[in-house]
C-alpha cells in the first residue's frame, strides 16, 4: 500500500505508520505538558487555601518544571522518529540536532532550576556519609 506525502513523493504503509507514531509521540509531549500544568495549578491552589506561606508557588514551580521536563522527552522522541525514518537528509538531521541541543539545554536547566544542582553532581546522602572523605573531596 503507498501513498503520496505533501512534497508528492511516495510513501509506504511503513512511512505512514512512522508519521502517524511520531506525531503520536509530539501529541503526548504537548497533552503531558498541558495535563502536568493544570494539575500542578489545582494542588498549588489546594495548598495555597491551606497554608497562608509561599509554598503553593514552590509547589507548582516544581510541578510544571516536571512536566515540561517529561513533555520535553516525548517531543524529542518524535522529532527523531519522523526525521530519521521518514526524511534522513543532512539537512533534515542538522535541523534535528539542533533542536535535540536546544531541548536538552532547556531540560537541563529546567532540571537545576527545580532540585539547585547539576544532574550529573546527585550523591546518595547515605553513601556519601559512609566512605572517608578523601584528598580530592576537600
Known amino acids: 500500500m503507498t501513498t503520496t ?3 508528492g513523493g511516495v510513501l509506504t504503509l511503513f512511512d505512514a505508520v512512522t508519521l502517524f507514531v511520531g506525531a503520536g509521540f ?13 494539575i500542578a ?11 497562608a506561606n509561599q509554598s503553593a508557588y514552590k509547589l507548582f514551580r516544581q510541578e510544571v518544571g516536571r512536566a515540561i521536563l517529561l513533555g520535553l522527552e516525548f517531543l524529542v522522541a518524535g522529532d527523531i522518529i ?21 531541548r536538552i539545554v532547556l531540560s537541563i536547566a529546567l532540571q ?13 546522602r547515605h553513601c556519601h556519609e559512609m ?3 578523601s584528598e580530592f573531596d576537600q
Do not use: C, Y
Open 131 to 133: 566512605q572517608p572523605k
Open 82 to 102: 519522523r526525521t530519521i525514518v521518514i526524511a534522513p537528509t543532512l539537512r533534515n538531521v542538522a535541523v534535528l540536532g539542533i533542536i535535540v541541543l536546544t
Open 5 to 7: 506525502d505533501e512534497g
Open 41 to 51: 495549578g489545582v494542588r498549588s491552589l489546594k495548598t495555597m487555601f491551606r497554608t
Open 26 to 38: 509530539e501529541a503526548l509531549g504537548v497533552a503531558t505538558i498541558v495535563v502536568g500544568t493544570v
Open 112 to 124: 537545576v532550576e527545580l532540585e539547585g544542582h547539576w544532574p550529573w553532581r546527585r550523591q546518595n
